[in-house]
Nanobody, 115 residues
Framework: VQLVESGGGLVQPGGSLRLSCAAS????????MNWYRQSPGKERELVAT????????PYADSVKGRFTISRDNAKNTVYLQMNSLKPEDTAVYYC?????????WGQGTQVTVSS
């Protein structure tokens, strides 16, 4: 299993970014996918989940109405569209999948929201 995130960077408050996670090594369309984030000194936080069928579970309150998770099974890729970014969204964002009692993680992509 391999998960490779991309799309992070430096953005001003109020701006937008779209993160991508390219997956390989498993049958992507069969599994739900998650985005987590972790800020320095804080625990890793679940941001958004998308089911194998494309449904979403409730987003974390801190991102509700601003972030949208989606997937493209033809490209084995899951996305996180982030709008109206705030300084408190600054974190390393990780893609995650749970397969066979094992959590798999990407290397993470840094998002910094600052003026």
């Amino acid at each position: 299993v391999q998960l490779v995130e991309s799309g992070g960077g430096l953005v001003q408050p109020g701006g937008s970014l779209r993160l991508s996670c390219a997956a390989s090594g498993f049958t992507f369309r069969r599994y739900g996918m998650n985005w987590y984030r972790q800020s320095p000194g804080k625990e890793r936080e679940l941001v958004a989940t998308i089911t194998s069928g494309g449904g979403t579970t409730p987003y974390a309150d801190s991102v509700k109405g601003r972030f949208t998770i989606s997937r493209d099974n033809a490209k084995n890729t899951v996305y996180l569209q982030m709008n109206s970014l705030k300084p408190e969204d600054t974190a390393v964002y990780y893609c995650n999948v749970y397969i066979g009692l094992t959590d798999y993680w990407g290397q993470g992509t840094q998002v910094t929201v600052s003026s």
